[in-house]
């Protein structure tokens, strides 16, 4: 490490440097265009969206107990979309999808990260709406 | 004589890419973030530049992103289209910094250059095929993840770079 110092110019640093607090500030004030904010009183809905257009959007409490899987065919084939337990996963991605990123993604819960199948032109995120009910009148 | 030395490095170059395009593929990588990537194959695109200059290093890119697609199946596919949009943006971004700012950047503050505009050039063009905004969640940890990875792309590249010759009438100045 003492020696990578060495290798760097000035400007070198100053990218680096300035890169780090660009990221860094990025990822702790994540932009997120569908956010809401979760806690008491929010419901987390799933939406999968193919190309533009939403195709399907429903609550994450109906995912509990028992597994859903989803179907949604896109330009290279049929992507298999799994719901439990209020997480949510890309299971099976079409065969002609190489890298298979969607897949590796793994289960999202939260609001923010999404699972991207580019080949296949699909995403699924989860969004937090209001309910308009608090925790305390439950 | 000096355009036969260029043809074989150019040949040289391109297939060094590709093997270095497959080799990073067989490295099992945890998904830090979904199309996070080492960019090996950037070296060469970086290497080709300080070597032959601009124009060798784009015919040598170009070359390389569409043997790599024929061999993998993949022309004219999304795939094809993102490593296209990525490296092109990359590539360009690198020669401005490499021409303009020679003095005040190392090769390592170019190659990192290189590494963010691959991110941000790549993620524009899955926005206009996904269409969703949402995608730019992962601009950030891109470019975080630029940053190491650029410095070690940089370095190898130097290195490498030290022991080769610059091909005459090829080097810094074509463009």
Not at chain 1, 4 to 21: A, E, G
Not at chain 1, 67 to 87: C, F, R, T, W
Request: charged content about 15%.
């Amino acid at each position: 490490m003492k020696d990578l110092w060495h290798y760097l110019t000035r400007n070198d640093k100053i990218l680096i440097l300035f890169l780090l607090v660009l990221s860094l500030s990025g990822i702790l004030f994540p932009f997120n265009p569908f956010q809401g904010k979760t806690g008491e009183g929010t419901e987390m809905f799933l939406v999968i969206q193919k190309g533009n257009q939403e195709e399907i959007r429903f609550g994450l409490e109906s995912t509990y107990g028992e597994p859903l899987y989803i179907e949604v065919e896109g330009p290279i084939g049929i992507s298999i979309i799994e719901a439990s337990n209020g997480k949510v996963r890309m299971k099976e991605a079409p065969p002609d999808d190489l890298e298979k990123t969607c897949v590796k993604t793994g289960w999202i819960e939260n609001p923010g990260p999404m699972i991207i199948c580019i080949p296949n032109q699909i995403s699924i995120w989860i969004e937090a709406e209001e309910t308009g009910l608090d925790g305390v009148s439950w | 004589m000096r355009n036969t030395r260029k043809v074989v490095l150019i040949g040289l170059l391109v297939s060094l890419g590709l093997i270095l395009h497959f080799v990073e593929a067989m490295i099992p990588m945890p998904i830090l973030v979904p199309g996070a990537k080492l960019g090996l194959a950037n070296i060469v695109n970086l290497i080709a530049l300080v070597l032959i200059g601009f124009r060798g290093g784009l015919t040598i890119f170009f070359l390389r992103v569409l043997i790599g697609s024929l061999y993998a199946g993949t022309f004219l596919s999304i795939n094809f289209y993102l490593s296209l949009g990525g490296g092109l943006t990359g590539y360009l971004f690198m020669a401005l910094v490499y021409y303009l700012f020679q003095d005040k950047f190392s090769l390592i503050g170019v190659s990192i250059i290189g590494a963010v505009f691959h991110n941000l050039g790549q993620l524009l063009i899955a926005y206009f095929i996904i269409k969703n905004p949402g995608i730019f969640y992962y601009l950030p940890y891109l470019t975080l993840l630029a940053i190491p990875t650029g410095i070690g792309v940089g370095l190898i590249t130097y290195f490498t770079s030290r022991y080769l010759p610059v091909v005459e009438g090829g080097g810094a100045g074509d463009g």
